[in-house]
């Protein structure tokens, strides 16, 4: 697997590509690679001509400079786990090179960005905006591939390609877990054991929540979730909203919309984890 560092570099390997007429698959990462990223690498390589990924840890998405700081970093390990899945090109580029100036864009995602992960870290989806366009413009992928463990992330980028127009195709993909439930993330490295293992209580807890639909309202689902999770010793629920999948709206019973999804975010110490599960889907490709 070839690395390359400068737009330049990058351009000239995938105009080779393109000239070939391959289908570029692009998988857009912030480093410290988990089985998530690998799996997102593995559908682009099944379903793509060329697959490169960036490593890039984006500054203008982070609200809190400390966990800027602390956001885990090895890109020689990051390399090694991409090759190991037929990656063929790592794209990790400077902060210069991708924002040789500051990026003043501001991009408007009416209530998609009000809500949610929007609400609780101001500028968040702006700074993803804005690194997600960079990315596309230099890479000119076919295809991108996310998780949709960052359900809202998901949402933004394929609102912020209808704003732009650009011509690539946003495929989800399915939540990897852990073995004991907890949703794979680059921050569970910084969770510590017992941390680790209290934080499956997340997962479990949304799951069993499933149990309980229509029969229970959402108001008491939520209550429920609540509880269970705040009481596990160093966990903190900061939000648990049931919403239209689609408008990411709060809604108030479940026959208010055909896709319906759970999304919350938990604090475990300062370590903060998100993760979501589809109560209800009759109308949508995921
Ligand atoms: O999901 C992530 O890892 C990041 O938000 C992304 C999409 C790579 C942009 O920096």
Redesign the pocket.
Known sequence: MKIVKTIAELREVLDAEIRKGKQIGFV???GALHTGHLTLVKQAVSECDFVLA?V???PN?FNNAKDLERYPRDLDKDAQLLESVNCELLFAPSVKEVYPEEDKRRFDFGDLETVMEGKYRQGHFN??AQ??SR?FEMVTPNKAY??LK?FQ?LAI?KNMVKQLQLDVEIVPCQIVREENGLAMS?RNTLLNKEQRKNASVIARTLFDSCNFVPETTIEEIKLKVFKRINQVEGLEVEYFEIVDGNSLQTIDNWNESAYIVGCIAVFAGEIRLIDNVTYKNTDHEY
């Open positions: 857009p990462t912030m960036s890039f840890v984006n998405q700074g993803v690194v997600v990315l996310f998780g960052d992330q980028i680059s």
